[in-house]
């Protein structure tokens, strides 16, 4: 099992920029991919940004040039810096672990983005 710990969300005027952290613990060696989903009222969950072991990313086409996803391997902790943020980047971010065949979620972290 990975346990997985959000913080950082918040509100923003649009424009503005927030930095996701989420702190993993447990099996953190099992992992084969770590990243942010976000979810919207009334939308499905989508992939923002992901990690895959080794070393590749993907982004969601609508972030793209705008977020960055980083890892502190020492800290066992991954990052989402989100700059130019716009409304409708708004809603609940949860980070995602896959280790050992399972899927593993964190709480998730409001993102309010302000007109």
């Known amino acids: 099992q990975v346990q997985l710990v959000e913080s950082g969300g918040g509100l923003v005027q649009a424009g503005g920029s927030l930095r996701l952290s989420c702190a993993a613990s447990?099996?953190?060696?099992?992992?084969?991919?770590i990243g942010w989903f976000r979810q919207a009222p009334g939308k499905q969950r989508e992939l923002v940004a992901m990690?895959?072991?080794?070393?590749?990313?993907d982004y969601a086409d609508s972030v793209k040039g705008r977020f960055t996803i980083s890892e502190d391997n020492a800290k066992n902790t991954v990052y989402l810096q989100m700059n130019s943020l716009k409304p409708e980047d708004a809603g609940v971010y949860y980070c995602?672990?896959?280790?050992?065949?399972?899927?593993?979620w964190g709480q998730g972290t409001q993102v309010t983005v302000s007109v």
């Open positions: 995602y672990a896959a280790a050992n065949g399972l899927n593993n």
């Open positions: 447990g099996m953190t060696l099992s992992i084969t991919a």
């Open positions: 990690i895959r072991r080794w070393d590749s990313t």
